[in-house]
């Protein structure tokens, strides 16, 4: 980046960002596995990350048609809110205020992932 390019300027603590994907494109927070082995030893930083090819995070918004109607807009990104899903860890755009959220395609999410407890999987 050059250094006169437009810094970002910090919002108040009242302000409020809200980023609402266009195109085929899903919001997704990366869920941070926990950083402890089965046995309880604890993983320094980036050391499972290192081996994982993929991420896992949960779909926070999607790109939604714009209502021309008083109906409420429509999901066109296909990938349900909420859904928890994996994709390339290199894949999306980072959020520049928040490392926790990227901007994806949805050609670049591998899968949706159900999860269900013992009871429900027998």
């Known amino acids: 980046m050059a250094d006169d390019?437009?810094?970002?300027k910090?919002?108040?603590p009242r302000a409020h960002r809200l980023i609402l994907p266009l195109g085929f494109r899903v919001l997704v927070k990366v869920l941070r596995e926990d950083n402890r082995t089965d046995t309880?030893?604890?993983l320094p930083e980036g050391?499972?990350?290192r081996h994982n090819e993929a991420l896992y995070g949960e779909v926070i918004e999607v790109a939604?048609?714009?209502p021309t109607t008083e109906e409420p807009a429509e999901n066109v990104s296909g990938v349900p809110n909420g859904s928890r899903v994996l994709f390339r860890k290199d894949a999306?755009?980072?959020?520049?205020w928040d490392d926790s959220l990227r901007l994806l395609d949805v050609k670049d999410i591998l899968?949706?992932?159900?999860e269900?407890?013992?009871?429900?999987a027998h």
């Open 5 to 8: 390019a437009p810094k970002l």
């Open 10 to 12: 910090p919002t108040g």
């Open 40 to 42: 309880g030893l604890y």
């Open 47 to 49: 050391a499972k990350e």
């Open 64 to 66: 939604r048609n714009k």
């Open 92 to 96: 999306g755009v980072r959020v520049p």
């Open 111 to 114: 899968a949706t992932v159900e």
């Open 116 to 120: 269900h407890t013992d009871d429900e």
